[in-house]
């Protein structure tokens, strides 16, 4: 028919398993923030992030450290590593540092990194990583190259506006 469409090009489709890891991740952070208490027997009871809130800013505590190959030098400190375990999912967040709870686009210039991770046994580990440094923002996804619970290496790739690849390291 001369009022057809072409069908649409597969260039032009997210690809699924970017969503999925997407959504895998998004789902981790959120669990992150539940309290660890839970009625769902699935669940697996893990230590309580520890965060002080004072004048809009969540300021975290612990002897977790990362350190982002985007910012040389900067090394992030003070933070916690909360685990759980949901079913066959291993969900992993790392939250170091301070981080403004007004929305600012550069966090007000206080050093934050944050990695959440997820893995499960039908797809390899994977996760995101937010970092702020000196009043620049780095957001970049990617997979887990070595490492454990106590701390590993992920390789990340820049997303939304971010461009090439860093290498993100913790220690819990």
């Known amino acids: 028919m001369w009022f057809g469409f072409p069908p649409p090009s ?10 999925r890891t997407a959504v895998a991740v998004a789902l981790g952070a ?3 923030m539940l309290p660890a208490r839970s009625a769902s027997h699935a669940a697996v009871r893990t230590a309580t992030a520890c965060v ?6 969540a300021h975290y505590c612990g002897p977790a450290t990362a350190q982002l190959s985007v910012f040389p030098g900067a090394v992030f400190r003070n933070g916690t590593c909360t685990r759980r375990r949901i079913d066959a999912v291993r969900l992993l967040q790392v939250r170091i540092g301070a981080r403004s709870l007004d929305g600012s686009q550069t966090n007000h210039g ?7 991770s997820v893995d499960s046994r039908s797809q390899p580990k994977s996760g995101n990583v937010v970092a702020y440094y000196r009043s ?3 957001f970049g996804r990617g997979v887990f190259l070595k490492g454990g619970a106590e701390g ?13 690849r860093a290498i993100a390291s913790f220690r819990c």
């Open 52 to 57: 002080h809130i004072s004048r809009n800013v």
């Open 152 to 164: 590993g290496t992920f390789l990340v790739r820049g997303v939304a506006g971010n461009r090439g």
């Open 10 to 19: 597969p260039c032009l489709r997210p690809p699924m398993q970017f969503s």
């Open 136 to 138: 620049r923002r780095w």
């Open 110 to 116: 206080l050093p934050y990194f944050s990695l959440g």
């Open 30 to 32: 959120a669990i992150g």
